[in-house]
């Protein structure tokens, strides 16, 4: 027999199987045409459709979970800030990486703080402004009142003393407890901004957050700086004391030599609204011996607080600012001294009209290079003769002085040998018809010059010729 005659020819034999093609379906269904088996054939072999079959089973898997946070950190800081919100919409995972990125907060809710959200959603905070969270401000009123680092909602039928801050904070106690919730879990942070605070919630915060460099104290007093001593790495320091129409409180000498005490390490000082005198500032010049910066703001302090700023033997920078006085009674001038490392003068939004205080300061600070005078009021050419007193001024910036005239001018920066640049910007009374020669010899000389002292004449100089206008005049002419 054969090996064919041995093979099986029941059809349900596995040999007599013929094995399925896939054009099967297509070619048996009767509704088929030849045309679209083609064309399923060409569709089926693009490239295309195999990188949609890929995909589609990749759909569904979230590719970033390969990533390490490190490493997903680093691709979420190359982002512009304007992505910052979309970024932690994304899912859970970003939101937290996203919290984790932010450094500065300025914070609306104070149940946020004390429910120790803040501290688990932004555990790598920096910077903290508590200030606006201690408010109960009105929250159906559409007054809102801004004041400089303030900004708060309030009702119509509020009393008339003003006092809005006053009455709408957050009392001791409650504020305390927040910076005990904010110490317990903010361990990177260097900055804090905080008013209505007392002494417990000071010294507590201190001992958790060791590295804190910054402070910014609203409505401080006397018995809060008695823990101040406990921030040991403390660099920068702003006391707001009183502000009127706000809150109201007291920053005597007490305060000030507890401060110098307490905060030899300083590098920036600023005192807002503070009261004091001349042994105030004197401990703190004797006691803050690398203090680099002083800044002083609409100060309430007796008269003679001038000639305590000669024991700053390291002071650089001096502000005043917004200060209705210099010094009435700063004493005789031949007990006051000097600021020895003094490099720049500034003088912003102030009454200049004392000459007495302003003799005193000028002789103080003799040895500065750098004056800055801005929209000062009372600066007239007699008060501004007292400036021969500097004797090493290269650079001089004038802004915003409308008495002071071209002759006054002109009297004073040709004493001074080592001028190098000048800056004058709106102030009318100083007169471009009016400049001298010799004046007019010393612009020549400097290394940078800035003249705009009347911006009206300027504007029209600049548009001479063009015909601007000059227009309005041909156009409203009666035929």
Known sequence: MSFMEKLPTSPKSPLRRRRSSWTGPWLNHPTTSFKQVVSAVIQAQSPRSRFKSLSSDFSDVDRTLSLSDSLLLKILEKLPESQNNDVALVCKRWLSLQGRRLRRMKVFDWDFVMSGRLVSRFPKLTNVDLVNACLNPSRNSGILLCHK???FHISTDSSSNWDFVEENLLDNEMVDRGLRVLGRGSFDLLKLVVINATELGLLSLAEDCSDLQELELHKCSDNLLRGIAACENLRGLRLVGSVDGLYSSSVSDIGLTILAQGCKRLVKLELSGC???????????QCCEVLDELSICDHRMDDGWIAAL????SLKTLRISSCRK???????EKLLGSCPALESLQLKRCCL???E??????KVCDRATEVNIQDCWGLDDDSFSLAKAFRRVRFLSLEGCSIL????LESVILHWEELESMRVVSCKNIKDSEISAALSSLFSLLKELTWRPDTRSHLSSSLEGTGIGKRGSKFFKKR
Do not use: H
């Open 357 to 362: 205080g302003m003799r005193a300061l000028f």
């Open 149 to 151: 680092s303030i900004s």
């Open 326 to 332: 210099i010094d009435s009674s700063p004493g005789p």
């Open 275 to 285: 009261e004091g005198s001349f042994d105030g500032i004197k401990a703190i010049g």
């Open 405 to 408: 005239t071209t002759s006054g």
């Open 353 to 355: 009209n004392d000459k």
């Open 310 to 313: 000669s024991y700053f033997e």
